[in-house]
């Protein structure tokens, strides 16, 4: 036993994707604690937030303000205000006037913005330009001047008995205030989703709920896999005939044909997470059947089965004793594709809208159902989709390393 344990710890790949498996677990454990809440609670009335950290306008009114004199805040708050169709016209204007293209950095805001002060002159009639587009860039010029000569903004409050406006503060454009002294801070790394959920909270909880399905699912089809299969394999006969019939009739149905037949006619309302995963589990557990039959039959008129058998033991104890331990390493390597299969199964129903309800929990697969039905893709909300895809594909990545450095490990083909 030990050199075995010692044997799968030297194998780089199952190392490896242990690792990875195992952080990401920690990483569902920890995260809760860390930042506590509920997952599916909205906390911003505007949908696909960027990442970032977002603080209270209201509180940092009134925050005690500092005076910082940065000697580029106004080109970046500038180059900030420039929309791209207002770089394009600066840059038509520059080339109708001569200035050479390669001196021109669309991208560069700040050079742009220079270059544009030194050669727009507003008297200047490029050829082929109409008034009109003049005007454009008289206006263009005009909005670019007042936005570098901005001045302070008055706070006012309205006064409840005369009803006019009276002036609580001056903000200029040198005040700033600390982050730490603002009550109300809110860090978004993934943003939010399109319901205005915290993007990062919910997948932590989605990543738990999909390996809470993966292994109640696995567990399920390994053990009816493992137990038809053991069955079939060592009784023979008419026992052998059956099992198989059915597992061949299992095998002509596609079992994601038949996922999505028996998810279908659960409905939505009853479709929790645990529903799912037995689902799941009991469509799975064919080609496990197949594989460990194959196995027992090879084992089962082995020397040290026979005296069992000779010696009168029962038909578990011979099972238990003599034949499981000899295909446990497959058993553990089939149960690891379960999970595996499972999670992608999972997310292969949910993002036909077939996965658990919505009103409870949130699955990887519903969260790449809401991403892509609500457009996330096309309005440029990567953090709605792309860390999902990564978490799938970390999950999957790590339990196939994993059963591979198993597979170098036990299967003699496969040893250096």
């Known amino acids: 036993m030990k050199n075995t344990i010692r044997q799968v710890l030297h194998s780089p790949k199952f190392v490896l994707g242990f690792v990875i498996f195992a ?6 454990i920890i995260y809760p604690i860390i930042s506590p809440g509920d997952p599916l609670q909205m906390i911003s009335k505007g949908s696909f937030l960027k990442p970032g950290i977002y603080f209270s306008v209201y509180d940092s009114i009134n925050t005690n303000s500092k005076t910082i004199d940065l000697p580029d805040a106004n080109a970046k708050r500038l180059t900030n205000k420039l929309s791209d169709t207002d770089k394009v016209s600066m840059v038509q204007w520059l080339t ?3 200035v050479p293209t390669e001196d021109i950095d669309m991208q560069d805001g700040n ?9 727009y002159d507003p008297a200047a009639k490029p050829e082929g330009m109409t008034m009109a587009q003049r005007n454009f860039y008289k206006r263009l010029d005009k909005s670019l001047g007042n936005a570098l000569n901005e001045q302070p903004l008055v706070v006012s409050v309205q006064n409840q008995e005369t009803q006019s406006l009276d002036e609580i503060k001056k903000i200029s454009d040198t005040d700033y205030v600390n982050l730490k002294d603002v009550p109300n801070v809110k860090v978004l790394p993934l943003g939010t989703d399109n319901f205005g959920d915290d993007v990062l909270k919910k997948l932590v909880s989605a990543t738990k709920t999909s390996l809470l399905i993966g292994l109640i699912a696995g567990t399920i089809a390994t053990l009816i896999g493992l137990t038809l299969g053991l069955l079939a394999g060592y009784l023979g006969g008419f026992i052998d005939d059956f099992i198989m019939f059915i597992t061949n009739l299992f095998t002509v149905i596609p079992s994601f044909v038949l996922l999505i037949l028996i998810s279908y006619s659960i409905g939505q309302d009853k479709r929790g997470a645990s529903t799912v995963a037995i689902v799941i589990g009991i469509t799975s557990w064919v080609w496990t059947t197949r594989s460990v039959r194959s196995q027992v039959i090879s084992l089962r008129n082995r ?5 069992s058998k000779l010696s009168g033991h029962s038909l578990t104890s011979i099972i238990i004793k003599d034949i499981l331990p000899y295909i446990a390493s497959y058993v553990v390597m089939a149960f690891i594709l379960q999970i595996s299969t499972a999670i992608l199964a999972e997310a292969s129903l949910s993002m036909i809208g077939l996965g658990p309800k919505t009103a409870d929990v949130s699955t990887l697969g519903l969260m790449m159902d809401w991403a892509m039905s609500y457009s996330a893709h096309l309005n440029g909300a990567w953090w709605a989709y792309f860390p999902v895809i990564l978490v799938i594909a970390l999950i999957s990545f790590s339990l196939n390393l994993m059963n ?3 597979d170098q490990v036990f299967n003699p083909t496969l040893r250096d």
């Open 111 to 119: 050079s742009l913005i220079k270059l544009w002060q030194e050669k």
């Open 96 to 98: 109708a006037v001569g």
């Open 404 to 406: 591979t450095g198993l």
């Open 23 to 28: 952080i990401m677990l920690l990483t569902v």
């Open 303 to 307: 020397d040290h089965v026979n005296l």
